[in-house]
């Protein structure tokens, strides 16, 4: 969340007359429909016979006119016919019993085969795939990008690729509901992000709570700095909330789109190929090991991401570490807005995080902080950080400390330095760390799925090589535009 700045980032049979050939068996491969289908051979039964009576029709008057015995040939013409016709009939029923067989033989191994196979869907563990052990969808067309880690970034990317027709398989290390003491506030610019990608109804149902701003104290002089959303819609603000509960919303969006495969797995390694990115290598919740191959690989596993050192150059700087707390039935002194105190040695914030809750994260600077299990952390809070924390709130704090659910976790900042590799793009922390005291890292991720998305727009086969490696590199020079 920002602190200083408040500026709103916006970021068919062909038949002749005569002679009546017999019926021959071709060796071609033919369609089950073709020959199966009884009014086809009621048809040509039909028609072979209607040739049968008008033929006989014409022959019976020139026999009889010639000699008396016309009525004798004119019968055995007649029985010749029908013995063509018989024959014509049991050939053609003969086929259709064959490719009977045929037909339901491959049915039956088609059956065996997709026996095990299940819906990618959250939560599910189930992997279909080839003998060879690359991971394939079910209806064998390929997948067009595959995505590794389903957070924020990765969720939302995995929804609005979706949503334009890419076939995207998600890999994501644990699909149950993230518990985490950041991402927990979205600015308002990202929440018009959120509506651009057709994603806002994701803060809906999770006790979301609107931002209109911020309430800066200092040594007991406070002010309020509100959003400059005049000319917006009324429905324009930040939001605040679990950030687990927003995650699951943007999963399930994104699995009810038929072409999004959401499976739960480790991704180990990035599978190279002629210096370009063919797909990755993961172990599954079972232990087994796969190939997932696509010409398109978007690395969103996290701000721990263990693949991102083949794709850019980090630089990772942990100033500070986070302090987190949650304060239950306690009233901010201003009403939907973020709390920062200006403390010594580090700012405090107060957000709320649903109705009933008030997240509390303490900036602590360094790398180490006080010791949780043998209460070095309890009072370092009681002590250094509680006096300084706002009447209203300071009983609330010291509950909560009292109550032992302390968290922890390193603020990391990482710039974007990537080093453009064909076949493969990071993206949200994985690629650019915003400190989080900036509350920025949410819109950033967003405001680069719109640009990515918009890039690939145009580009209707991503198997095309040379020109995916083109668009690719544009997007490192396009993003900077759209988030400077």
Known sequence: MPLLSLTLTTINLQYKAAPVPFP??????????????????????????????????????????????????????????????????????????????????????????????????IQTDA???????????????????IIVGAGVAGAALAYTLGKDGRRVHVIERDLTEPDRIVGELLQPGGYLKLVELGLEDCVEEIDAQRVLGYALFK???????????EKFHADVAGRSFHNGRFIQRMREKASTLPNVRLEQ????????????????????????????????????????SNLRRSLCNPKVDVPSCFVGLVLENCELPFSNHGHVILGDPSPILFYPISSTEVRCLVDVPGQK????????????????????????????????????????????????????????????????????????????????????????????????????????????????????
């Open 24 to 121: 021959t068996i071709s060796s071609k491969p033919t369609t089950c429909q073709s020959l199966s289908s009884k009014p086809r051979l009621r048809k040509l039964f039909k028609t072979t016979s209607s040739f049968r009576f008008s033929k006989t029709q014409g022959l019976s008057a020139s026999l009889l006119a010639n000699s008396a015995s016309g009525f004798h040939r004119f019968k055995e013409m007649v029985m010749v016919f029908d013995s063509y016709i018989v024959g014509t009939f049991l050939v053609s029923l003969l086929g259709f019993v064959f490719l009977f067989i045929l037909r339901h033989n491959n049915n039956s191994r088609k059956k065996k085969i997709e026996k095990g196979s299940r819906d990618f869907k």
């Open 127 to 145: 992997v279909s795939g080839t003998e060879i052990g690359e991971c394939l969808p079910e209806n064998g067309s390929g997948t067009d990008v």
């Open 219 to 229: 040594d007991e002089r406070n002010t309020k700095l509100s959003y400059p959303l």
């Open 265 to 304: 797995g480790t991704v180990t390694s990035l599978l190279e190929e002629n210096g370009t990115i063919r797909g990755v290598q993961y172990k599954t919740k079972d232990g087994q090991e796969l190939g997932a191959y696509a010409p398109l690989t978007i690395v969103c596993d996290g701000c721990f």
């Open 369 to 484: 902080v006080p010791s949780i299990a043998n209460g070095e952390m309890a009072n370092y809070l009681k002590t250094m950080v509680a006096p300084q924390v706002p009447p209203e709130l300071r009983d609330a704090f010291i509950a909560a400390v009292n109550k032992g659910n302390i968290r922890t976790m390193p603020n990391r900042s990482m710039p974007a330095d990537p080093h453009p590799t064909p076949g493969a793009l990071l993206m949200g922390d994985a690629f650019n760390m915003r400190h989080p005291l900036t509350g920025g890292g949410m819109t950033v991720a967003l405001s680069d799925i719109v640009v990515l998305r918009d890039l690939l727009r145009p580009l209707h086969d991503l198997h095309d090589a040379a020109c995916l490696t083109k668009y690719l590199e544009s997007f490192y020079t396009l993003r900077k535009d759209e988030i400077s």
